[in-house]
């Protein structure tokens, strides 16, 4: 049982608060520690042996870790002051709803990123821009793609 569950049960629900507030002080204490281990994990693989070329793109990632490092110190102790309190069906929606964002956000990522490389990058021979010949034969287009997601 944890000191949470204890401090609700005992009707102390003032103490549920102070908790996760102790609990977001010792994490992000603790994060913060882990964020040089972060920023020096390029170096500290190179000690420890593996490839360069490894330990290069592991210390880069780890980089990109950091916030998630904070931003775990802040979730965890939420997560048990919601549960401790039955709040399991507030945690499931903002849940789905953050899956929902993520995965909406991250299509449209993709479609700007490729489409500015398509502009901006290494296809300037494939495409100088948009081409009113883009209107001509439609039909016979949209034809040619029924057929062949027919096949697929």
């Known amino acids: 049982m944890t000191l949470c569950e204890k401090a609700y049960g005992a009707k102390q629900k003032d103490m549920l608060g102070i908790y996760m507030q102790r609990s977001w002080i010792i994490l992000n204490a603790i994060a913060l520690v882990l964020m040089f281990l972060n920023i020096f994990a390029t170096q500290i693989l190179k000690l420890i ?3 360069e070329k490894i330990a290069k793109w592991a210390g880069q990632l780890s980089l990109w870790m950091i916030p998630m490092v904070f931003a775990y110190a802040f979730e965890f ?3 048990k002051f919601l549960q401790d309190q039955s709040k399991i ?3 499931a929606v903002i849940a789905g709803v953050s899956f929902a964002m993520t995965f909406y956000c991250s299509w449209w990522f993709m479609v700007t990123a490729k489409t500015m490389f398509i502009f901006w990058g290494s296809c300037g021979e494939a495409l100088f821009g948009f081409s009113w010949e883009a209107f001509k034969n439609l039909w016979e287009f949209v034809r040619l793609s029924l ?3 027919v096949m697929i």
């Open 49 to 51: 042996g593996p490839e």
């Open 77 to 79: 102790p939420i997560i």
């Open 89 to 91: 069906m507030t945690m």
């Open 147 to 149: 057929a062949s997601g």
